[in-house]
């Protein structure tokens, strides 16, 4: 079944968010907080505005083909 | 010692997802920008379709003024396919603009993959390694 990138992308950070979420449940010292504020937080925010963006341009593609079907 | 094992296996798991992540990622950015290139194409040759029909109905208007009598269809056709070959252009135009500005957080996007991200797999693979080394010298400890 053909989906959109935009929706795959978002199963994938979604699969990636639960596995910070085991991982951070157990790991609670000074390396785990580094790797959260230089590594993982920016991977999310970049990653969302990302998606967001492929998210609204998939949308516009769409648009943009149906407008133009006379 | 069991929760030394907890940590390590979590951390495990969060290095392979990151790596999953890394890859299909890619493949979601590239099948973006296949799609990009798809419409693209699609109204490229959308415009080249309603150019040729305004060219024909063009012909067809003047072979009719040449004839003399009511021409009215004929100029209401070439009407027609103007206006829908200015509406495909428009939106050939809004998609480029809105291409050329997702391509510049696309490629951030590609930077974070291909070289922020295996550094931040490396770090947590250093950081295994020491835990792993840890749970050694635990498991040798009197």
Known sequence: ?70 | MSRVHADIGALKGLHEALVRFRYAQRGVAERGAGEIELTRASLAARAGDWEARLEQHQAELAACRSRGGDCSAYAWAVEQAAERLEHVRRWQQRVDTEAGEFGGTASTFLDLLDSDLPRAESQLLAGIASLEAARRVQARAP
Do not use: K, N
């Open chain 1, 1 to 70: 079944m053909h989906t959109r990138p935009d929706r795959d992308g978002d199963e994938q950070l979604r699969l990636l968010g639960a596995a910070w979420e085991e991982a951070d449940r157990h790991w609670r010292d000074e390396v785990a907080r580094q790797f959260e504020a230089d590594h993982w937080a920016p991977l999310v925010q970049r990653s969302r505005a990302y998606l967001d963006a492929l998210c609204a341009m998939m949308d516009l593609l769409e648009t943009a083909e149906r407008e133009t079907e006379f």
